[in-house]
């Protein structure tokens, strides 16, 4: 009997059997999943759901069974257990269980679809307990290595708290992590993510499954219950030790903590604006007087010294200029003993008053006079002295009436000085200028405003803009601005234009342009969606593994994938294009590949990187000659040889502690070895798909019975044994008992080969940014090196079709003058979006012939020595005479 115990934050000790009920040691808030479950004729209710009998009898078990149950607990029960997830910030998932030998499924899944939020599944492919959970938008999985799949019964417990989890099984302890990021516990905010189908458009709790037909779980459960607090496997393993606080107790008390420190904080902060304005107050009751001069005077006094006027605030004197009336004269005066200015008298000639200190001009007796407080004293004026000199002759000079001076005719009296407006024209008259405000203006002349021609139609100062236009008032005059879509006619006049047809538009070039009156619109393209102004492709199947969509249906697919929305991995070992040493074999990935060592070589260091050098199977003891054979080591093997050890010698082979006779056959399930000359040679039979006797065990990929259903893309299926990566994990379709099952694990990522790889948020692992298929191809003037591809060293530049494949196609690329290093870089069709299942065209594929290999500058490839080239670039010197062949390990 096993109990897991997933845990985050505190500690569990030792474990109780599964002998006996489990019964809570204390009181806790809890919920079983199954109680108050309506039982009666459950398999006519939930096909594939039937009670069953458990380790003991005071609880309700069930057996899951069948591909097509839908085991959704109600709403109520749902809404319950969100409220008790998100109540405390600890929990604790508790079950007992019997799974299916081999079976991967879900046992407690909170999920949007086949999105998990919180998840327990166990795999009995990978022997894996798995906690799928989500935070901050993100996914993660941490796994235990724990074999649940055995069809024995166990207990299980989930224990979260704050960011810790650890695992008990059988109410032992086995493991206690610390979690990437605290597990998300408040899912009532979460929204709709699919509404594809009836389940998909709302978060939902499954038991048994975490979707429809996906991940489901064969077996038997009972006890299933959500219990809130800390050390809640107590409730199931009452004898396991605990320590205080655990992490989710230490994480309330620091919110705790921080929280009693804000409002510290804000006390603080309003006890110091109290204390100041306490002070204020105190100081407005404390009355000081001021002492000037001897005198006293009382704190508000006010008084005059000699033109400042002076208070009395709280004991300080403050002095201020004594502040003056306006007045209303030219010429104001300040008396003696004044601080302001006055006006004295006016003086009254012919009808005018005049201010103290104005000209009074009387030309026409030559007389001036000044007004002097109210006074008008006047002198006359000589008109030999007081006249200006005139320029002209005599005879031409000339009087004026009410004048005292003469003139000359012709006189440039605006040459002279004036003081027009700068938005007016000085005009010179017979004996002085006048100021006239020009076109646009109005005034006297010496002052000028604009004219607003804009406020009335037609008239002197109105506009004459017209149709399809508007008035736009400017410094002297208007312009009429055409309307938004239309077109001068002329300065008045505009009519409308068509932007779509005159390309005077801003429509994305993926959009269409239907023209309006004044205006127009942008409609983006089918398989284009956005404004109009903007405009992307869309791909009606999301691109998978870090692909674009940059065509409607077509994604650009990164290295190391392939499919119309870069589903599946491209195996670079099966299509020739990895670049492995000879003495290396090529192990293909999701998404990538590396080289391993063949049998009889092993891995060592080197400048150049990892090497494959020869092993000697006889000095490691890994050779099969028998003890009287002479065992002799070769390049990549040995031979057994009975040269000179007498009659005695055999030539039979030593397997597994065994003798097995020369030329005698040993036969595993999917591998036949045969004893030749004291050396075992094992080989796996090729799958031949097309014999209808052929071991599905041994060669999965030819059960077409067996698919697997892409888990977004519904389109897409997988034969068993194919992988493809799955939200940074990595899937296979599995056979089984009952049909095909997919189990997904964490993804491996492939080593870089670079010094600052990135992750962008659509990365799983890192990568480097000099990836060949998108890479800006400059114009060199080199021809750049070859590529090596399978046997062969293909021209630079020449590209050509991948054997067996008709949607991926390769070329030898040199992305910069300066780096004339050929590299592959291989993509897949867009022309191929939409074609038959693939599942067929594998089949088909397998009767092709291998088309002509590309354009070739050597039919041998250079010896290479290295296995791995952190670089991962290719040969740097032209085929004549090449170097070692430096091949990348793990890099494409």
């Given at each position: 009997?096993l109990?897991l115990v997933?845990?985050?934050?505190?500690?569990?000790?030792?474990?109780?059997?599964l002998?006996?009920p489990?019964?809570?040691?204390?009181p806790?808030?809890?919920?079983d999943l199954?109680?108050g479950?309506?039982t009666?004729?459950?398999?006519?209710?939930?096909p594939?759901?039937?009670?069953?009998?458990g380790?003991h009898s005071t609880?309700?078990?069930?057996s899951?069974?069948?591909?097509?149950r839908?085991?959704?607990?109600?709403?109520?029960v749902?809404?319950k257990?969100v409220?008790?997830?998100s109540?405390s910030?600890?929990?604790?998932?508790?079950?007992?269980l019997?799974?299916?030998?081999?079976?991967?499924g879900?046992?407690?899944?909170?999920s949007?679809?086949?999105?998990?939020y919180l998840e327990?599944?166990?795999?009995?492919?990978?022997n894996?307990?798995?906690?799928?959970?989500t935070?901050?938008g993100?996914?993660?999985?941490?796994s235990?290595?724990?074999?649940?799949a055995?069809?024995?019964?166990h207990r299980?417990?989930?224990?979260v708290?704050?960011?810790?989890?650890?695992?008990?099984?059988?109410?032992?302890h086995h493991f206690k992590?610390?979690?990437?990021?605290?597990?998300d516990?408040?899912f009532?905010?979460?929204?709709?993510?699919?509404?594809?189908s009836?389940?998909?458009?709302?978060l939902?709790l499954w038991l048994?499954q975490?979707?429809?037909?996906h991940s489901l779980?064969?077996?038997?459960?009972?006890?299933?219950?959500?219990?809130?607090g800390p050390?809640?496997y107590?409730?199931q393993?009452?004898?396991?030790?605990?320590v205080?606080?655990?992490?989710?107790?230490?994480?309330?008390?620091?919110a705790?903590?921080?929280?009693l420190?804000?409002?510290v904080?804000?006390?603080v902060?309003k006890?110091?604006?109290t204390?100041?304005?306490i002070r204020?107050?105190e100081?407005?009751?404390?009355?000081?007087?001021?002492?000037?001069?001897?005198?006293v005077?009382?704190?508000?006094?006010t008084?005059?010294r000699?033109?400042?006027?002076?208070?009395?605030?709280?004991?300080?004197?403050?002095?201020?200029?004594?502040?003056?009336?306006?007045?209303?004269?030219?010429?104001?005066?300040?008396a003696?003993?004044?601080?302001?200015p006055s006006c004295?008298k006016?003086?009254?000639?012919k009808?005018?008053?005049y201010d103290h200190?104005?000209?009074?001009n009387n030309e026409?007796?030559c007389?001036?006079?000044k007004?002097?407080?109210?006074v008008?004293?006047?002198?006359?004026?000589?008109?030999?002295?007081?006249?200006?000199e005139l320029?002209?002759?005599?005879?031409q000079q000339f009087?004026?009436?009410d004048?005292?001076?003469k003139?000359?005719?012709?006189?440039d009296?605006c040459a002279?000085g004036h003081?027009?407006?700068?938005?007016?024209?000085?005009?010179?008259l017979?004996t002085?200028?006048s100021?006239?405000?020009?076109?646009g203006f109005?005034?006297n002349?010496?002052?000028?405003k604009?004219?607003d021609?804009?406020r009335e139609?037609?008239g002197?100062l109105?506009h004459?803009?017209?149709?399809?236009?508007?008035?736009r008032?400017?410094?002297?005059?208007?312009?009429?601005?055409?309307?938004?879509?239309?077109k001068?006619v002329?300065?008045?006049?505009?009519?409308?234009?068509n932007?779509?047809?005159s390309g005077?538009?801003?429509?994305?070039?993926?959009?269409?342009?239907?023209n309006t009156?004044?205006s127009y619109s942008c409609?983006?393209?089918?398989?284009y969606?956005?404004?109009?102004?903007?405009?992307?492709?869309?791909?009606?199947?999301?691109?998978?593994?870090g692909g674009?969509?940059v065509?409607?249906?077509?994604?650009?697919c990164?290295r190391?994938?392939?499919?119309p929305?870069c589903?599946?991995?491209?195996d670079?070992c099966?299509?020739?294009?990895?670049?492995?040493?000879e003495?290396?074999?090529c192990v293909n990935q999701?998404?990538w590949?590396?080289?391993?060592c063949k049998?009889?070589?092993r891995?060592a260091?080197?400048?150049?990187?990892?090497?494959?050098?020869?092993e000697?199977?006889c000095?490691s003891e890994?050779?099969?000659?028998h003890?009287?054979?002479k065992?002799?080591?070769t390049d990549g093997?040995?031979q057994c040889?009975c040269?000179?050890?007498g009659p005695e010698?055999?030539?039979?082979?030593i397997?597994?502690g065994?003798?097995v006779a020369?030329?005698g056959q040993?036969?595993?399930?999917c591998?036949?070895?045969?004893?030749?000359?004291?050396?075992?040679?094992?080989?796996?039979p090729?799958c031949?798909c097309f014999?209808p006797k052929v071991?599905?065990?041994?060669?999965?990929?030819?059960d077409?019975a067996t698919?697997?259903?892409?888990?977004?893309?519904?389109n897409?299926y997988f034969?068993?044994?194919?992988?493809w990566?799955?939200k940074?994990q990595?899937?296979?379709?599995?056979?089984?008992e009952?049909?095909?099952?997919?189990?997904?694990w964490?993804?491996?990522?492939?080593p870089?080969q670079c010094?600052?790889?990135?992750?962008?948020?659509?990365?799983?692992?890192?990568?480097?940014?000099?990836?060949?298929?998108?890479?800006y191809?400059?114009?060199?003037s080199?021809?750049?090196q070859p590529?090596?591809?399978a046997?062969h060293?293909v021209?630079?530049g020449?590209?050509?079709?991948?054997?067996?494949?008709?949607?991926?196609?390769?070329?030898?690329k040199?992305?910069?003058c300066d780096r004339l290093?050929g590299?592959?870089?291989c993509?897949y069709?867009?022309?191929c979006?939409?074609?038959?299942?693939l599942?067929?065209?594998?089949?088909?594929q397998?009767?092709?012939?291998?088309?002509?290999?590309?354009?070739a500058?050597?039919q041998?490839p250079?010896?290479?020595?290295?296995?791995?080239?952190?670089?991962?670039?290719g040969?740097?010197?032209?085929p004549?005479?090449?170097?070692?062949?430096p091949?990348?390990?793990?890099?494409?």
């Open positions: 009997m109990v997933v845990a985050v934050g505190g500690l569990l000790t030792t474990a109780s059997a002998a006996s489990p019964a809570p040691a204390f806790r808030p809890h919920i199954f109680e479950l309506s009666h004729n459950l398999s006519d209710a939930i594939g759901v039937n009670l069953a009998m380790p609880g309700t078990a069930i899951f069974e069948g591909t097509d839908k085991f959704l607990l109600p709403q109520s749902f809404s257990v409220d008790l997830l109540s910030p600890e929990f604790t998932l508790t079950l007992s019997q799974q299916r030998e081999g079976n991967v879900s046992i407690f899944s909170l949007n679809g086949s999105n998990s327990l599944q166990s795999s009995g492919y990978k894996e307990v798995r906690l799928h959970y935070h901050g993100r996914t993660f999985v941490e235990f290595q724990v074999h649940l055995d069809g024995v019964w299980l417990a989930l224990w708290s704050g960011a810790q989890v650890e695992l008990l099984v059988d109410c032992k992590r610390v979690l990437h990021a605290s597990p516990r408040n009532t905010n979460v929204s709709s993510q699919q509404s594809d009836e389940f998909g458009d709302q939902a048994g975490r979707y429809v037909k779980f064969m077996g038997i459960l009972q006890d299933v219950r959500v219990v809130a050390h809640g107590l409730s393993c009452p004898k396991v030790d605990s205080c606080p655990t992490c989710g107790q230490f994480q309330l008390l620091q705790t903590v921080e929280d420190t804000a409002r904080n804000q006390l902060q006890l110091e604006a204390e100041a304005r204020v107050v100081e407005c009751d404390c009355q000081k007087s001021c002492r000037v001069n001897g005198s005077h009382s704190d508000g006094a008084w005059q000699d033109c400042d006027l002076c208070s009395c605030v709280k004991g300080v004197v403050q002095c201020r200029p004594v502040q003056c009336p306006e007045t209303k004269c030219k010429n104001p005066v300040i003696p003993g004044d601080c302001c004295l006016q003086c009254y000639f009808g005018v008053f200190g104005e000209q009074v026409k007796q007389v001036e006079c007004c002097e407080n109210g008008l004293r006047c002198t006359r004026i000589d008109p030999r002295t007081m006249c200006p320029q002209c002759p005599p005879e009087s004026v009436p004048k005292c001076c003139y000359c005719p012709g006189t009296y002279k003081v027009c407006h700068p938005n007016a024209t000085c005009l010179n017979q002085e200028y100021c006239q405000c020009n076109a109005h005034g002349g010496r002052v000028c604009d004219v021609e804009c139609i037609g002197r109105g004459y803009c017209g149709l399809n236009t508007i008035c008032n400017s410094q002297g005059s208007y312009k009429c601005e055409c309307l938004p879509g239309y001068r002329d300065a008045f006049n505009c009519r409308e234009h932007e779509c047809s005077d538009h801003k429509c994305h070039p993926h959009a269409t342009c239907i009156e004044g409609h983006c393209n089918p398989g969606a956005g404004d109009g102004f903007v405009c992307h492709p869309v791909c009606n199947e999301t691109c998978q593994n674009v969509c065509a409607p249906n077509a994604c650009s990164r190391g994938f392939t499919g929305s589903e599946r991995d491209l670079e099966a299509l020739g294009i990895a670049q492995c040493h003495a290396a074999t999701p998404g590949y590396y080289c391993t049998p009889g070589y891995s260091s080197s400048s150049n990187g990892p090497v494959c050098i020869d000697d199977e000095a890994k050779a099969t000659c003890s009287t054979a065992c002799m080591n093997s040995y040889s040269e000179g050890r010698c055999s030539l039979s082979c397997f597994n065994v003798e020369d030329g040993v036969t595993s399930k591998e036949k070895c045969k004893c030749e000359a004291g050396q075992i040679v094992c080989h796996r090729k031949d014999d071991n599905h065990d041994c060669c999965p990929e030819c077409l698919q697997c259903q892409h888990q977004e893309l519904h897409v034969r068993a044994g194919e992988q990566l799955y940074c990595t899937c296979e379709c599995l056979r089984g009952s049909g095909a099952q997919i189990d997904c964490k993804m491996d990522c492939p870089v010094e600052h790889p990135v992750v962008t948020s659509d990365d799983c692992c890192p990568r480097c940014e000099d990836d060949p298929c998108t890479l191809e400059g114009n060199s080199s021809p750049g590529c090596p591809y046997g060293y021209v630079s020449s590209e050509w079709r991948i054997a067996g494949d008709n949607c991926t196609s390769c070329r030898c040199v992305p910069y290093d590299r592959l870089c993509s069709g867009n022309q979006v939409g074609t038959a299942n599942v067929d065209d594998g089949l088909e397998q009767q092709q012939q291998r088309p002509e290999p590309p354009p500058v050597s041998q250079p010896a290479p020595q290295a296995l791995a080239d952190p670089s991962g670039r040969p740097a010197s032209p004549s005479a090449p170097p070692p062949l091949l990348p390990l793990g890099s494409r």
